[in-house]
Protein backbone atom coordinates (compact mmCIF):
# COMPACT_ATOMS: atom_id res chain seq x y z
CA UNK A 1 0.00 0.00 0.00
CA UNK A 2 1.07 3.28 -1.04
CA UNK A 3 1.91 5.54 1.78
CA UNK A 4 -0.04 8.46 0.75
CA UNK A 5 -3.31 6.14 0.54
CA UNK A 6 -2.62 5.00 4.19
CA UNK A 7 -2.06 8.52 5.39
CA UNK A 8 -5.42 9.83 3.10
CA UNK A 9 -7.59 6.76 5.25
CA UNK A 10 -5.63 8.20 8.56
CA UNK A 11 -7.29 12.01 7.98
CA UNK A 12 -10.81 10.41 6.86
CA UNK A 13 -10.62 8.31 9.99
CA UNK A 14 -9.87 11.62 12.33
CA UNK A 15 -12.60 13.75 10.19
CA UNK A 16 -14.92 10.90 10.64
CA UNK A 17 -13.97 10.34 14.37
CA UNK A 18 -14.69 14.05 15.25
CA UNK A 19 -17.43 14.50 13.47
CA UNK A 20 -18.81 11.70 15.29
CA UNK A 21 -17.94 12.45 18.66
CA UNK A 22 -19.29 15.93 18.12
CA UNK A 23 -22.95 14.19 16.95
CA UNK A 24 -22.91 12.37 20.00
CA UNK A 25 -26.07 13.95 22.29
CA UNK A 26 -25.49 11.79 25.50
CA UNK A 27 -23.08 9.83 27.10
CA UNK A 28 -24.70 6.19 25.50
CA UNK A 29 -23.96 7.82 21.98
CA UNK A 30 -20.76 9.18 23.00
CA UNK A 31 -19.72 5.80 24.45
CA UNK A 32 -21.25 3.87 21.17
CA UNK A 33 -18.95 6.46 19.02
CA UNK A 34 -15.74 5.80 21.23
CA UNK A 35 -15.87 1.87 20.86
CA UNK A 36 -16.88 2.35 17.27
CA UNK A 37 -13.96 4.25 16.56
CA UNK A 38 -11.29 3.09 19.31
CA UNK A 39 -12.75 -0.18 20.26
CA UNK A 40 -9.77 -2.12 21.41
CA UNK A 41 -11.23 -5.20 19.39
CA UNK A 42 -12.86 -4.30 16.74
CA UNK A 43 -12.70 -0.39 16.47
CA UNK A 44 -12.02 1.54 13.14
CA UNK A 45 -8.56 2.43 14.24
CA UNK A 46 -7.86 -0.56 15.43
CA UNK A 47 -8.67 -2.00 11.81
CA UNK A 48 -6.52 1.44 9.76
CA UNK A 49 -3.86 0.23 12.16
CA UNK A 50 -3.33 -2.80 11.04
CA UNK A 51 -3.37 -1.40 7.38
CA UNK A 52 0.27 -0.41 8.31
CA UNK A 53 1.90 -3.62 7.59
CA UNK A 54 1.05 -3.43 3.89
CA UNK A 55 2.50 -0.29 3.80
CA UNK A 56 6.13 -0.40 1.92
CA UNK A 57 8.77 -1.13 4.76
CA UNK A 58 10.59 2.30 3.94
CA UNK A 59 7.61 4.38 4.69
CA UNK A 60 6.81 2.79 7.69
CA UNK A 61 8.24 5.19 9.98
CA UNK A 62 6.20 8.07 8.10
CA UNK A 63 3.34 6.12 8.68
CA UNK A 64 4.18 5.43 12.62
CA UNK A 65 4.40 8.79 13.21
CA UNK A 66 1.09 10.20 11.89
CA UNK A 67 -0.62 7.41 13.43
CA UNK A 68 0.46 8.29 16.69
CA UNK A 69 -0.69 11.64 15.85
CA UNK A 70 -4.19 10.80 14.76
CA UNK A 71 -4.79 8.82 17.64
CA UNK A 72 -3.57 11.50 19.88
CA UNK A 73 -6.24 13.71 17.76
CA UNK A 74 -8.84 11.41 18.55
CA UNK A 75 -8.65 11.19 21.90
CA UNK A 76 -8.39 14.83 22.20
CA UNK A 77 -11.74 15.37 20.30
CA UNK A 78 -13.40 12.37 22.68
CA UNK A 79 -12.24 13.91 25.34
CA UNK A 80 -13.93 17.65 24.28
CA UNK A 81 -16.85 15.98 23.24
CA UNK A 82 -16.91 14.24 27.08
CA UNK A 83 -16.07 17.64 28.69
CA UNK A 84 -19.10 19.14 27.02
CA UNK A 85 -20.87 16.45 28.66
CA UNK A 86 -20.21 16.84 32.34
CA UNK A 87 -20.69 20.75 31.88
CA UNK A 88 -24.04 20.75 30.08
CA UNK A 89 -25.14 18.52 32.21
CA UNK A 90 -27.40 16.75 29.93
CA UNK A 91 -29.31 13.89 31.13
CA UNK A 92 -27.70 10.93 31.79
CA UNK A 93 -24.59 12.51 31.07
CA UNK A 94 -21.40 11.24 33.11
CA UNK A 95 -21.46 12.10 36.76
CA UNK A 96 -21.41 15.71 37.35
CA UNK A 97 -17.80 16.84 39.13
CA UNK A 98 -18.78 17.60 42.39
CA UNK A 99 -16.91 18.48 45.49
CA UNK A 100 -18.88 17.66 48.65
CA UNK A 101 -15.95 18.48 51.08
CA UNK A 102 -16.40 21.95 50.18
CA UNK A 103 -17.69 24.27 52.64
CA UNK A 104 -21.22 25.79 51.49
CA UNK A 105 -22.50 28.87 51.13
CA UNK A 106 -23.75 29.88 54.47
CA UNK A 107 -27.10 31.68 53.96
CA UNK A 108 -27.48 35.33 55.14
CA UNK A 109 -30.36 34.75 58.04
CA UNK A 110 -31.04 38.02 60.27
CA UNK A 111 -30.74 38.07 63.99
CA UNK A 112 -32.48 39.70 67.24
CA UNK A 113 -31.27 43.13 67.89
CA UNK A 114 -29.69 42.44 71.75
CA UNK A 115 -32.24 44.79 73.49
CA UNK A 116 -35.08 42.41 71.62
CA UNK A 117 -33.70 39.43 72.84
CA UNK A 118 -33.01 40.53 76.32
CA UNK A 119 -36.74 41.55 76.44
CA UNK A 120 -37.70 38.17 75.07
CA UNK A 121 -35.85 36.78 78.06
CA UNK A 122 -37.01 39.23 80.56
CA UNK A 123 -40.59 38.37 79.46
CA UNK A 124 -39.34 34.58 79.87
CA UNK A 125 -38.45 34.81 83.29
CA UNK A 126 -41.09 37.26 84.60
CA UNK A 127 -43.76 35.03 82.79
CA UNK A 128 -42.48 31.91 84.48
CA UNK A 129 -42.83 34.08 87.93
CA UNK A 130 -46.75 34.35 86.74
CA UNK A 131 -46.07 38.04 85.62
CA UNK A 132 -47.92 38.68 82.24
CA UNK A 133 -46.77 41.22 79.95
CA UNK A 134 -49.06 44.56 79.43
CA UNK A 135 -48.63 47.85 77.02
CA UNK A 136 -49.12 51.08 76.73
CA UNK A 137 -48.42 54.00 74.83
CA UNK A 138 -45.48 55.89 74.52
CA UNK A 139 -46.88 59.42 73.75
CA UNK A 140 -49.06 60.08 77.22
CA UNK A 141 -50.76 62.52 79.28
CA UNK A 142 -49.86 64.09 82.29
CA UNK A 143 -52.23 62.34 84.31
CA UNK A 144 -51.10 58.63 83.43
CA UNK A 145 -46.99 60.06 83.94
CA UNK A 146 -47.33 62.38 86.37
CA UNK A 147 -50.58 62.73 88.64
CA UNK A 148 -51.80 59.37 89.53
CA UNK A 149 -48.56 58.52 90.06
CA UNK A 150 -48.45 60.76 92.62
CA UNK A 151 -46.61 63.60 91.24
CA UNK A 152 -47.86 66.72 91.55
CA UNK A 153 -47.81 69.79 89.36
CA UNK A 154 -44.48 71.71 91.17
CA UNK A 155 -42.81 68.14 90.92
CA UNK A 156 -39.28 68.73 89.81
CA UNK A 157 -39.35 65.54 87.25
CA UNK A 158 -41.88 67.12 85.41
CA UNK A 159 -39.67 70.32 84.32
CA UNK A 160 -39.96 70.62 80.68
CA UNK A 161 -35.88 70.03 80.39
CA UNK A 162 -36.19 66.97 81.88
CA UNK A 163 -39.07 65.46 79.39
CA UNK A 164 -40.40 65.76 75.88
CA UNK A 165 -43.24 67.61 75.85
CA UNK A 166 -45.20 67.68 72.17
CA UNK A 167 -45.62 71.51 71.06
CA UNK A 168 -48.51 70.59 69.02
CA UNK A 169 -50.69 68.75 71.51
CA UNK A 170 -49.64 71.89 73.94
CA UNK A 171 -51.19 74.52 71.32
CA UNK A 172 -54.60 72.26 71.70
CA UNK A 173 -54.69 72.67 75.35
CA UNK A 174 -53.86 69.09 76.01
CA UNK A 175 -50.30 68.31 77.28
CA UNK A 176 -49.12 65.43 75.79
CA UNK A 177 -45.18 63.97 76.00
CA UNK A 178 -43.11 61.16 75.33
CA UNK A 179 -43.57 59.08 78.61
CA UNK A 180 -40.39 59.00 80.80
CA UNK A 181 -40.99 56.14 82.73
CA UNK A 182 -43.27 52.83 82.10
CA UNK A 183 -44.77 53.64 85.56
CA UNK A 184 -47.60 54.82 83.16
CA UNK A 185 -48.59 51.54 82.51
CA UNK A 186 -49.37 50.65 86.20
CA UNK A 187 -51.85 53.73 86.49
CA UNK A 188 -53.36 51.89 82.57
CA UNK A 189 -53.75 48.97 83.83
CA UNK A 190 -55.23 49.45 86.98
CA UNK A 191 -57.72 52.00 85.74
CA UNK A 192 -59.52 49.42 83.81
CA UNK A 193 -58.50 46.36 85.88
CA UNK A 194 -59.58 45.05 89.48
CA UNK A 195 -57.15 43.55 91.62
CA UNK A 196 -55.20 41.18 91.93
CA UNK A 197 -53.05 42.38 89.71
CA UNK A 198 -49.65 40.76 88.39
CA UNK A 199 -48.25 42.28 85.45
CA UNK A 200 -44.48 43.46 83.83
CA UNK A 201 -44.19 46.28 80.78
CA UNK A 202 -41.41 46.65 78.84
CA UNK A 203 -41.18 49.34 76.38
CA UNK A 204 -39.27 52.10 75.07
CA UNK A 205 -39.05 55.93 77.51
CA UNK A 206 -37.81 59.14 76.32
CA UNK A 207 -35.33 61.55 78.32
CA UNK A 208 -34.10 64.64 76.79
CA UNK A 209 -30.45 63.83 77.80
CA UNK A 210 -26.98 63.97 76.04
CA UNK A 211 -25.92 60.83 74.83
CA UNK A 212 -22.66 59.45 76.33
CA UNK A 213 -21.23 55.54 77.29
CA UNK A 214 -24.49 55.52 80.09
CA UNK A 215 -27.26 58.05 78.94
CA UNK A 216 -29.18 57.82 75.89
CA UNK A 217 -32.64 60.07 74.78
CA UNK A 218 -34.14 56.85 74.15
CA UNK A 219 -33.96 53.26 76.24
CA UNK A 220 -35.74 50.74 78.05
CA UNK A 221 -37.19 49.50 80.73
CA UNK A 222 -39.24 47.03 82.96
CA UNK A 223 -41.79 48.01 85.07
CA UNK A 224 -43.54 45.23 87.78
CA UNK A 225 -46.88 45.56 89.43
CA UNK A 226 -48.53 43.26 92.03
CA UNK A 227 -51.20 43.82 93.94
CA UNK A 228 -53.09 41.82 96.22
CA UNK A 229 -54.19 40.94 99.71
CA UNK A 230 -51.39 41.06 102.15
CA UNK A 231 -48.49 42.27 99.92
CA UNK A 232 -45.07 42.83 101.61
CA UNK A 233 -42.09 44.11 101.04
CA UNK A 234 -40.82 40.51 101.53
CA UNK A 235 -42.58 39.52 98.45
CA UNK A 236 -40.67 42.10 96.21
CA UNK A 237 -37.22 40.84 97.67
CA UNK A 238 -38.39 37.50 97.46
CA UNK A 239 -39.39 38.01 93.50
CA UNK A 240 -36.64 40.68 92.55
CA UNK A 241 -33.90 37.93 93.84
CA UNK A 242 -35.66 35.17 92.06
CA UNK A 243 -35.08 37.18 89.04
CA UNK A 244 -32.04 38.18 89.21
CA UNK A 245 -30.83 34.58 89.90
CA UNK A 246 -32.05 33.41 86.58
CA UNK A 247 -30.95 36.16 84.36
CA UNK A 248 -27.51 36.87 86.25
CA UNK A 249 -26.57 33.16 87.99
CA UNK A 250 -27.23 31.19 91.14
CA UNK A 251 -24.87 33.47 92.78
CA UNK A 252 -26.05 36.64 92.50
CA UNK A 253 -27.37 38.74 95.73
CA UNK A 254 -29.56 41.33 96.01
CA UNK A 255 -29.49 44.25 98.30
CA UNK A 256 -32.05 47.13 99.28
CA UNK A 257 -31.05 50.64 100.06
CA UNK A 258 -34.03 53.32 101.18
CA UNK A 259 -35.22 55.46 98.81
CA UNK A 260 -37.55 57.76 97.34
CA UNK A 261 -39.67 57.32 94.35
CA UNK A 262 -43.20 59.10 95.21
CA UNK A 263 -45.04 56.59 93.93
CA UNK A 264 -44.10 54.02 96.45
CA UNK A 265 -43.88 54.03 99.80
CA UNK A 266 -41.45 52.92 101.20
CA UNK A 267 -39.48 53.19 98.51
CA UNK A 268 -35.99 51.50 97.56
CA UNK A 269 -33.07 51.24 95.17
CA UNK A 270 -31.90 47.82 94.17
CA UNK A 271 -28.99 46.80 93.39
CA UNK A 272 -27.34 43.51 92.63
CA UNK A 273 -23.56 41.67 93.85
CA UNK A 274 -21.55 41.71 90.38
CA UNK A 275 -18.04 40.34 90.91
CA UNK A 276 -17.17 41.54 94.43
CA UNK A 277 -19.21 44.78 93.60
CA UNK A 278 -23.11 45.79 94.14
CA UNK A 279 -24.44 47.34 91.09
CA UNK A 280 -27.99 49.35 90.49
CA UNK A 281 -30.63 47.29 89.42
CA UNK A 282 -33.35 49.70 89.73
CA UNK A 283 -35.79 51.35 91.76
CA UNK A 284 -38.56 49.49 93.56
CA UNK A 285 -41.05 49.97 96.68
CA UNK A 286 -44.63 49.26 98.16
CA UNK A 287 -47.38 51.22 95.92
CA UNK A 288 -48.05 54.62 97.95
CA UNK A 289 -52.15 54.25 99.13
CA UNK A 290 -52.42 57.71 96.82
CA UNK A 291 -51.81 55.86 93.68
CA UNK A 292 -54.29 53.13 94.58
CA UNK A 293 -56.13 55.84 95.73
CA UNK A 294 -55.88 57.25 92.16
CA UNK A 295 -57.15 54.65 90.01
CA UNK A 296 -60.11 53.75 92.48
CA UNK A 297 -58.73 51.17 94.86
CA UNK A 298 -59.13 50.96 98.45
CA UNK A 299 -55.77 51.11 100.02
CA UNK A 300 -57.61 49.36 103.31
CA UNK A 301 -57.99 46.35 101.03
CA UNK A 302 -55.02 45.93 98.59
CA UNK A 303 -51.50 46.65 98.51
CA UNK A 304 -48.94 46.17 96.48
CA UNK A 305 -45.17 46.07 95.30
CA UNK A 306 -43.61 47.91 92.09
CA UNK A 307 -40.55 48.17 90.41
CA UNK A 308 -38.71 49.45 87.71
CA UNK A 309 -35.33 48.36 86.20
CA UNK A 310 -32.89 49.68 82.87
CA UNK A 311 -33.25 46.99 80.36
CA UNK A 312 -30.09 48.40 78.37
CA UNK A 313 -28.29 48.32 81.85
CA UNK A 314 -29.15 44.45 82.57
CA UNK A 315 -27.96 43.70 78.53
CA UNK A 316 -24.52 45.68 79.01
CA UNK A 317 -23.70 43.59 82.04
CA UNK A 318 -24.62 40.56 80.90
CA UNK A 319 -22.97 41.09 77.34
CA UNK A 320 -20.04 43.46 78.54
CA UNK A 321 -20.72 46.31 76.48
CA UNK A 322 -19.49 49.40 77.90
CA UNK A 323 -20.89 51.93 75.93
CA UNK A 324 -25.24 52.16 75.26
CA UNK A 325 -24.40 53.81 72.10
CA UNK A 326 -22.97 51.08 70.27
CA UNK A 327 -26.65 49.07 71.05
CA UNK A 328 -27.98 52.24 68.79
CA UNK A 329 -25.52 52.36 65.79
CA UNK A 330 -26.63 49.72 64.26
CA UNK A 331 -23.42 48.88 62.67
CA UNK A 332 -23.77 45.09 61.74
CA UNK A 333 -20.40 44.31 62.72
CA UNK A 334 -21.50 45.16 66.30
CA UNK A 335 -24.49 43.35 66.14
CA UNK A 336 -23.83 40.40 64.74
CA UNK A 337 -21.81 39.23 67.90
CA UNK A 338 -25.62 38.81 69.64
N1 LIG B 1 -40.10 55.00 87.28
C1 LIG B 1 -38.80 55.00 87.94
C2 LIG B 1 -37.78 55.65 87.01
O1 LIG B 1 -38.06 55.82 85.89
C3 LIG B 1 -38.37 53.60 88.25
C4 LIG B 1 -39.20 53.01 89.28
C5 LIG B 1 -38.90 53.17 90.61
C6 LIG B 1 -40.34 52.29 88.98
C7 LIG B 1 -39.65 52.62 91.60
C8 LIG B 1 -41.13 51.74 89.95
C9 LIG B 1 -40.77 51.90 91.28
O2 LIG B 1 -42.20 51.04 89.69
O3 LIG B 1 -41.53 51.34 92.25
O4 LIG B 1 -36.69 55.92 87.44
Known amino acids: MALAEFLEQLNQLAAEATALFDAADDA ?3 EAARVEILGAKSGRFKATQKLMGAVDGSDRPAAGKRLNEV ?7 FKTAQDRMTSGGSAGGAPVQFDPTLPGL ?11 QTIEELMDIMGRLGFTAADGPEIED ?15 ARDPLDNFYLSTAQKQHEVLLLRSQTSTVQIRVMESTPPPIR ?14 ATHYPMFHQMEGLLIDRHVTMADLKSVLRLFARSYLGADVHIRFRPSFFPFTEPSVE ?5 NQGWVEFGGAGMVDPNVLRAVGYDPEEVTGFAFGLGVERLCMRRHGITDIREIYKNDVRFLQQF
Open 270 to 274: ADFSW
Open 28 to 30: EQL
Open 71 to 77: KSEIEAS
Open 106 to 116: KPQIGRLHPIT
Open 142 to 156: ERHNFEALNIPREHP
Open 199 to 212: IISLGRVYRPDTAD
